[in-house]
């Protein structure tokens, strides 16, 4: 027997796991998906508009939300030392459970989410009285890139020349930042989940408000000293474009590379606890 | 077979297991017993993974049960006393948990569902402790584990379920499998568990047979109490007292007559049974 992955016992667990996905989630669910038509009776009854843009953001909202509250909501009780222990003595490998509430909680519950939110919001401006103006319109990558440049094709920086935003931001950059930063949100809370015992998904975030908090204190503290903010600003305006954008693209790439190194580390976190925990 | 070797164990800053060493071999139902807080639960849980040893070693068949391998996850099935309540109906529940066991089988189930008296379609929540009870340890007797860990199975069954539970499990104890019942309602499991592992705080007390305890130890009904006897308890219509059994004489043992005389003669019946 395969000890650590097996796919016919891993199908099992994935189909078990969305029993208890829909039994549990469900509900929240299908009112996370139709939360924007919150905006659409609104407008119906007030004769007012919420531009496209405006709901694709709610959209990303309730998608986040959503992902805030699944851990709980589904695998709330999985280190719990009454009711955890089906959870712990269910004959499959701790790999396969880690994967399965992975996909559960940070593919399936955002795709879902925003999607059928998205198709939802779709067929509520097909509505031939109004409330909804238009569809949104989902950009692309490129297409964004370039609304975020200007008619010549560069981000004006302060009234200095700028330089093209793929420059900096280059689409895989974005993308890989984008995915990371969705798996990222999905694994402080699974961790949160199987880290807290009660009011997991509140708790989960104080810290993460917290900790976050406590970083961009140190951070300010470290550059917002004027001696060392003055040399950096005297540094890079002595650096010509080339080596500005250099300078930009590297930070960028350094801090994508900490937040992968961040999710990593969250996810093989939850993996151990769900391999050690104790009941 | 299941392996506790040199066994230490504790929560937090309270020790409960001193260097214990224990087996449990295939084919038997063991009653585990002992006070209160003793580390009865505490054993079970170690068997079960839900617990990792502070030192030493607990397997099961050759595994630390801790790894919680698939392979051994299979084996064993834990009733807790405080076992949390199953959402949905057992049938349904049975069905989901069922396709992780390769030994699983439905139609036992109904069966045993009919022995136990219980409905497997009505839900958990609308059923008394005692139904949810009875359900679980159908449960677990149709998923034909090796191993079955049984904590504190009788309480909260009245007293024609505690009959129907002696039935089912004499009934369904096999070679292949062993049954683990920790209980401090020793009558309730009376000519139900043999072998008998006494557990003390830090330690084990007794571990034996009725055979080898039989041997050992001579439990005489009579109308006097005997001074010399290592225990004696008062009964209806006269005392019982447990002497050694020099003489080789048959006699019937009470378990918890003995299990007062293990208390009160700990490191005489160490000794005598070691």
């Known amino acids: ?279 | 077979m299941i392996e506790i070797k040199n066994l230490d164990f504790g929560y937090k800053n309270q020790p409960v297991f001193n260097n214990i060493s224990l087996s449990f071999e295939k084919g038997n139902i063991y009653g585990l017993l002992g006070e209160n807080g003793v580390g009865k639960t505490s054993v079970l849980k170690l068997i079960s993974g839900l617990q990792k040893p502070t030192a030493g070693t607990c397997e099961v068949d050759g595994i630390a049960p801790f790894n919680r391998l698939p392979e051994t996850l299979q084996k064993i099935y834990f009733i807790s006393e405080d076992f949390a309540i199953p959402e949905g109906t057992p049938i349904n529940n049975i069905r989901e948990l069922g396709v992780f066991y390769s030994n699983y089988d439905e139609s036992l189930f109904l069966e045993l569902c009919k022995e136990m008296e219980v409905d497997p379609t009505r839900k958990y929540a609308e059923m008394s402790f005692g139904q949810q009870k009875k359900c679980l340890i159908v449960s677990a007797l149709s998923l034909n584990t090796d191993y079955l860990l049984l904590d504190e199975p009788t309480n909260g069954l009245d007293i024609p379920s505690k009959t129907l539970f002696r039935q089912v499990i004499a009934k369904h104890a096999t070679d292949n499998r062993t049954i683990i019942i920790s209980t401090h309602q020793v009558k309730d499991v009376e000519n139900l568990i043999d072998p008998i592992i006494i557990l003390d705080h830090d330690e084990v007390l007794l571990k034996a047979s009725f055979r080898e305890i039989a041997d050992k130890l001579y439990f005489d009904y009579g109308m006097e109490k005997d001074d010399t006897a290592l225990y004696s308890e008062m009964i209806p219509g006269g005392y019982v007292n447990v002497i050694r059994n020099t003489e080789g004489l048959d006699s019937k043992v009470s378990i918890e007559v003995l299990f007062n005389t293990v208390m009160k003669n700990r490191e005489t019946i160490k000794h005598l049974f070691s």
């Open chain 1, 1 to 279: 027997m395969n000890n650590t992955f097996s796919f016919n016992r891993f199908k099992n667990l994935l189909l078990n796991d969305g029993k208890m996905y829909l039994r549990k989630f469900g509900t929240s669910l299908i009112v996370c998906c139709c939360l924007n038509a919150i905006f659409w009776i609104i407008n119906l009854l007030f004769g007012t508009e919420t531009n496209s843009m405006s709901r694709f953001g709610f959209l990303c909202v309730w998608t986040a939300l959503a992902m805030m509250m699944v851990p709980e909501k589904v695998y709330g009780k999985a280190n719990l030392s009454r009711e955890g222990v089906g959870f712990a003595m269910m004959p499959t490998s701790s790999l396969e459970k880690f994967i399965s509430m992975f996909l559960y909680c940070a593919i399936l519950t955002p795709l879902i989410v925003f999607f059928c939110g998205y198709l939802v919001d779709t067929l509520l401006s097909l509505f031939p009285f109004g409330g909804f103006e238009k569809p949104i319109h989902l950009y692309s990558l490129n297409e964004l890139i370039k609304l975020m440049n200007d008619s010549e094709g560069v981000v004006q920086t302060g009234g200095e020349p700028g330089f093209p935003v793929e420059a900096v931001f280059p689409v895989g950059l974005i993308r890989t930042g984008i995915i990371f930063g969705i798996i990222q949100w999905a694994a402080i809370f699974m961790l949160g989940n199987m880290i807290f015992k009660k009011h997991k998904t509140g708790k989960t975030f104080a810290c993460y408000l917290g900790i976050g908090y406590l970083i961009s204190m140190i951070m300010g503290l470290v550059f917002l000293n004027r001696d060392i903010m003055e040399n950096w600003i005297n540094h890079f305006s002595d650096l010509s474009t080339e080596q500005q954008i250099t300078v930009f693209h590297n930070g960028m790439v350094w801090s994508m590379i900490i937040s992968i190194i961040i999710t990593i580390v969250l996810l093989f976190f939850t993996y151990r606890k769900i391999k050690t925990q104790k009941y």
